[in-house]
């Protein structure tokens, strides 16, 4: 068995373990950059998103969220289909967040994002900046 390091960790390679690192930094915003994204709105949707990673076979390796917009790095196989991935997150969590009980806002997204691939080498930076959004923007900071 071969074994790349990759910041740290040593990840086996073998048959059931292709030797991919490929990530993707993906961002959007609510529609009109409104503040739609509350506490319990936010805690919804890391809870959400997770699902539909795990649903998708899609590893998320930061997750940030403030009123207005989202950030997420997530990892994926050369394959996936990225706008299959931004569909389910984007477009089942409006339907679902709208409806939950006491969610006076509502959840509307843009129609745009925005995606840029991540090389391994940079991956740390892109975890911190994604992480350190509420210190960024402490204006639209929630705790989530």
């Not at 795990?54 to 706008?83: N, S």
Request: aromatic content about 10%.
């Amino acid at each position: 068995m071969v074994e790349v390091a990759c910041l740290g960790f040593a990840e086996p390679l073998g048959p059931s373990m292709p030797a991919h690192r490929i990530y993707f930094h993906l961002t959007w915003s609510t529609l009109g950059r409104r503040p739609m994204i509350d506490t319990p709105t936010g805690a919804f949707l890391d809870e959400y998103f997770r699902k539909i990673a795990v649903q998708e076979r899609v590893t998320i390796v930061a997750l940030g969220f403030l009123q207005t917009h989202v950030h997420l790095v997530v990892r994926t196989t050369p394959r996936y289909d990225l706008p299959r991935l931004v569909q389910l997150l984007k477009g089942g969590s409006s339907y679902a967040a709208s409806r939950q009980p006491g969610n006076r806002l509502g959840l509307r997204w843009n129609r745009e994002y925005s995606v840029t691939s991540v090389s391994p080498g940079l991956l740390p930076q892109a975890v911190a900046y994604v992480e350190g959004q509420n210190e960024r923007h402490p204006e639209e900071a929630i705790k989530v």
